[in-house]
């Protein structure tokens, strides 16, 4: 018996999705590996993502992932023996044009980058087979990793090492672009009905937008038949114009915002992952025609910064007709919340405007993935923008990656990435790579970068 194994190792969160090989994959069953953690104020926390963090002890060997990292690392009384790795993946593939010999730790320690990931990798393959069963000797094992899109090209390379290193065999490993993997699963699951329409005709280019927390990757990818894909532009560039979903909301709500929400987010890591997907519940909910938003609040959240404060700080913002604290709960007009999101929206169907129809000027495909791919308001948006254009929305947005990445592991398919990548266009004020929110926040904190300007955005 041969099984798939695809690990997306996101900037942000990670994910997992394992199948048995067979002639046809499209009617197969996927097997995704839940992550729990026991919380001592929640139920156990069943998620198909877990953060993106690990954490090792001083002689180098690996602790735990995930939800359990953050816990464990809270626990620890002498951090200074543990080292945390926030945000490697972004370290690793997409804060330079080279991989960095070396990782830093949440408390200053370096650690080789080669062995984080090496151990990461096995842990997490140790925790699939576990937790699957598949762990007999007569199973055959093939991994699919996937990588950002815009990484620099010593990534598959060093994936690849530290997959070898991990015990995979070298002829069994597959490293994949992310939008490859979206294009993979959408023209080849066709069990999801907003993907149908999607066929395996050669020769035809896709626009994949992955609208992330931070920012958006954009790429075009040409289909060039079953066994050859290549990605002929990518670009990640800031969407958000410095208002940023998750974050903004907290700033709304606290008169000294961003060093509340890296005290919160640290001290309380499982009550702030709750807090996250509370509102991001909401965006899938909120439809254009929405009146009022209404967040839960946490009542760590209320303890750290009682209603009182913040609601002055709410009235110091002057938006007191447009947004009010009642009991465990703040209240947003409507109007006010669609601010973000319009211009979110915007600043895409710019950038598709001004950079890619310019070059591409004949793709008719624009697929939308990422966490806030489901936004009612944002899909509005492109499609009122791109009537003619065949836009899809998979189910499940954030997982479509992961989905796809099996794919590759069922069809012998190459990734060429002949990649062409783009100056920022006048039209979006310079939009620019940019660190992932969180390191920024925390830089912020340690004072090793200025704090920008509050935004008068208000958040969903």
């Known amino acids: 018996m041969e099984v798939i194994i695809a690990i997306k190792f996101g900037i942000n969160h990670t994910s997992n999705t394992c199948m048995i090989k067979c002639d046809e994959p499209k009617y197969c069953k996927e097997i995704n590996v839940q992550f729990e953690t026991q919380s001592n104020t929640h139920y156990p926390i069943k998620s198909l993502t877990t953060p993106t963090v690990a954490l090792f002890d001083d002689t180098g060997a690996i602790q735990s992932y995930g939800f359990e990292a953050e816990l464990q690392h809270i626990q620890c009384k002498n951090t200074s023996n543990h080292l945390l790795f926030r945000e490697f993946v972004w370290d690793l593939f997409c804060s330079d044009k080279m991989v960095p010999d070396n990782l830093i730790a949440v408390n200053g320690s370096l650690m080789k980058s080669i062995d984080v990931v090496t151990a990461v990798l096995s842990h997490m393959i140790s925790h699939i087979k576990t937790k699957t069963g598949f762990q007999s000797s007569s199973i055959a094992f093939k991994y699919v990793l996937t990588i950002p899109t815009c990484c620099c090209k010593e990534s598959r390379a060093f994936m690849t090492m530290a997959a070898v290193k991990a015990g995979c065999s070298s002829e069994n490993i597959q490293i994949v672009e992310e939008a490859a993997a979206v294009l993979q699963f959408c023209l080849h699951h066709k069990q999801d009905a907003r993907v149908t329409t999607l066929d395996d005709t050669c020769n035809r280019k896709y626009i994949v937008v992955e609208c ?13 038949n079953n066994k050859q894909i290549e990605i002929a532009y990518a670009e990640n560039t800031e969407i958000w114009k410095g208002c940023h979903v998750l974050h903004d909301f907290v700033e709304m709500i606290s008169s000294e915002a961003r060093k509340t929400l890296v005290d919160f987010s640290e001290k309380y890591p499982l009550e702030y992952y709750n807090f996250e997907r509370e509102v991001k519940t909401k965006i899938r909910l909120t439809s254009p025609n929405s009146s009022k938003l209404s967040i839960q609040l946490s009542p760590f959240i209320l303890n750290e910064t009682n209603s009182e404060n913040m609601q002055e700080s709410v009235l110091r913002k002057e938006c007191e007709d447009e947004l009010y604290i009642k009991l465990d709960k703040c209240v947003i007009k409507s109007e006010r919340s669609k601010i973000l999101v319009s211009e979110a929206g915007k600043r895409i169907v710019d950038y598709i405007e001004s950079e890619l129809f310019t070059v591409f000027s004949d793709i008719n495909h624009i697929i939308l993935v990422g966490e806030f791919a489901q936004s009612p308001m944002l899909q509005e948006i492109l499609k009122a923008s791109f009537p003619a254009k065949n836009i899809m929305i998979p189910e ?42 969180e390191k920024r926040l925390r830089k912020i904190h340690r004072g090793d970068e200025k704090s920008p300007q509050p935004s008068r955005c208000v958040i969903l």
């Not at 931070?214 to 075009?220: I, K, M, P, Q, R």
């Not at 794919?407 to 990548?421: L, Q």
Request: proline share 4%; no cysteine.
């Open 212 to 224: 992330e927390e931070d920012n958006a990757t954009l790429s075009v990818l040409y289909f060039i």
């Open 396 to 437: 499940d947005a954030n997982m479509a990656a992961v989905r796809g990445a099996v794919f590759f592991g069922h069809r012998d398919v190459s990734v060429k990435t002949d990649i062409i990548h783009s100056k920022p266009h006048s039209s979006l004020n310079n939009a620019q790579v940019v660190l992932p929110m």
